[in-house]
């Protein structure tokens, strides 16, 4: 059973810093895409952050470059987003996301071609 579990969610102020975290489960992880994904109120889900897990390529957001920082670990099957000069308008619940095929993994993030999911964690960015 694929699985992944995401951690490290929770309240901020503007300015600090959070890290999230996603243990895998039942899945192979090598040469694989993760990316995080998140989702404001009332907004559509959007993409923030992808890594391939076999060459560490990556690929950021516009609204995140420079702020946030996507890693894996591949022995621990456990991929981190650490989030840095949090703003407001970070807040959303984040999610982590699996694509079997690393191609094109950072192109851009399409969300339907992440078949696994995880439950989300949320984070929240007080001004």
């Known amino acids: 059973q694929v699985q992944l579990v995401e951690s490290g969610g929770g309240s901020v102020q503007a300015g600090g810093s959070l890290r999230l975290s996603c243990v895998a489960s039942?899945?192979?992880?090598?040469?694989?895409?993760l990316g995080w994904f998140r989702q404001a109120p009332g907004k559509e889900r959007e993409g923030v952050t992808a890594i391939s897990t076999e060459r560490g390529f990556t690929y950021y957001a516009d609204s995140v470059k420079g702020r946030f920082t996507i890693s894996r670990d591949n022995a621990k099957k456990t991929l981190y987003l650490q989030m840095n000069s949090l703003k407001p308008e970070d807040t959303a619940m984040y999610y982590c996301?699996?694509?079997?095929?690393?191609?094109?993994?950072?192109?851009?993030?399409?969300?339907?071609?992440?078949?696994?999911w995880g439950q989300g964690t949320q984070v929240t960015v007080s001004s």
């Open positions: 996301a699996a694509r079997m095929s690393p191609v094109a993994c950072v192109s851009g993030m399409t969300e339907s071609m992440y078949k696994t």
């Open positions: 039942g899945i192979i992880y090598d040469d694989i895409c």
